[in-house]
């Protein structure tokens, strides 16, 4: 569970198969275990706040948008041992990232920011 010295929690979603919710906390991503209802991995990563999170429905692949105006792509292949590593950082937004979306094989991203036509 999270505690009253968490920073908060700006964004999450909840994997396909119902088992992790990915957190977006400040600069950092977390993931949860349902299951057991621990934290399994944080990494910091955004040099600003994290403003939206996509899991991909295989549960490999997380993408992240940030204030800092980027995507990170994560790879999540294995959570044993627990971590999260950074495969790619996506620059193009002139603005924060607001929201961002996968496609069901989690290989295409589509992202928007605060101007309704910058789409990425």
């Known amino acids: 569970m999270m505690t009253n010295q968490d920073p908060g929690v700006s964004c999450m979603t909840l994997s396909p198969d119902s088992k992790l919710v990915v957190i977006g906390s400040n600069t950092a991503l977390k993931v949860w275990d349902l299951q057991s209802s621990g934290l399994v991995v944080e990494e910091p990563g955004h040099s600003d706040g994290v403003t939206c999170v996509a899991c991909a429905s295989d549960r490999k692949r997380i993408v992240s948008g940030s204030k800092d105006k980027t995507l990170r792509v994560w790879d999540v292949d294995s959570l044993q041992p627990a971590c999260l590593r950074c495969t790619a950082t996506l620059k193009g937004h002139d603005r924060e990232v607001h929201c ?5 094989d989690g290989r295409v991203a ?5 101007v309704g036509t910058d789409l990425k």
Not at 110 to 114: D, L, P, V, Y
Request: aromatic residues 0%; glycine residues 0%.
């Open 100 to 104: 961002v979306a996968l496609s069901a």
């Open 110 to 114: 589509i992202s928007a920011s605060s």
